[in-house]
Antibody
Framework: QVQLVQSGAEGKKPGASVKVSCKAS????????MHWVRQAPGQGLEWMGW????????KYSQKFQGRVTITRDTSATTAYMELSSLRSEDTAVYYCARSDYDWSGHFPNHYFQYWGQGTLVTVSS | EILLTQSPATLSLSPGDRATLSCRAS??????LAWYQQIPGQAPRLLIYDASNRATGIPARFSGSGSGTDFTLTISSLEPEDFAVYYCQQRGNWPLTFGGGTKVEIK
């Protein structure tokens, strides 16, 4: 069965960086795109970006452009999200989420079928 | 960026009631819209994709409809486990965006 297991909670100071991992199992890692979504305490969901694990190409929300980097290690079947220049507003639970294919079977549908358990990142001085 | 507006913010209902949730897009997203359920402390769960298709394992009491800018999620008869927050999400245009959520609470 598809499983996405994320790294543990992190506490960071303003200005630092954080790197969250998402270990995938139960499917062919390079066959499905992976997204990152975050949720601030008591707030809604916010999309950050996605990566095609087959070729490593990543695309980001303009809001996070320049601060976020999404990468992958195919040998470890793991995706990573690194966020730099952290500020208090970045305190949130960060999720990885895998998409399936659309009706054609050729393109990702960019919905979030499978989710990791979430990683709480707390930014505080 | 496409703005998704969900209404109402909170819906107070009893088990067995019918729930009707709305999601309105600031411009057309065709039928490229999904609905998620989130129980506190858990990751969201995909319920509906492409406006009206139930995801794998989702009970038939959940249904979605709409196209263009107006979408509806209907829960035909609320079960105790359905009291949660519901989000819509569009993939019609980049960036992907979510609505602000509707909380379905026990009356």
């Amino acid at each position: 069965q598809v499983q996405l297991v994320q790294s543990g909670a992190e506490g960071k100071k303003p200005g630092a960086s954080v790197k969250v991992s998402c270990k995938a199992s139960g499917y062919t890692f390079t066959g499905y795109v992976m997204h990152w979504v975050r949720q601030a305490p008591g707030q809604g969901l916010e999309w950050m970006g996605w990566i095609n694990p087959e070729n490593g190409n990543a695309k980001y929300s303009q809001k996070f452009q320049g601060r976020v980097t999404i990468t992958r290690d195919t040998s470890a079947t793991t995706a990573y999200m690194e966020l730099s220049s952290l500020r208090s507003e970045d305190t949130a639970v960060y999720y990885c989420a895998r998409s399936d294919y659309d009706w054609s079977g050729h393109f990702p549908n960019h919905y979030f079928q499978y989710w990791g358990q979430g990683t709480l990142v707390t930014v505080s001085s | 960026e496409i703005l998704l507006t969900q209404s109402p913010a909170t819906l107070s209902l009893s088990p067995g009631d019918r729930a009707t949730l709305s999601c309105r897009a600031s411009q057309s997203v065709s039928t490229y819209l999904a609905w998620y359920q989130q129980i506190p402390g858990q990751a969201p769960r995909l319920l509906i994709y492409d406006a009206s298709n139930r995801a794998t394992g989702i009970p038939a009491r959940f249904s979605g409809s709409g196209s263009g800018t107006d979408f509806t999620l209907t829960i035909s008869s609320l079960e105790p486990e359905d009291f949660a927050v519901y989000y819509c999400q569009q993939r019609g245009n980049w960036p992907l965006t979510f609505g602000g959520g509707t909380k379905v609470e026990i009356k």
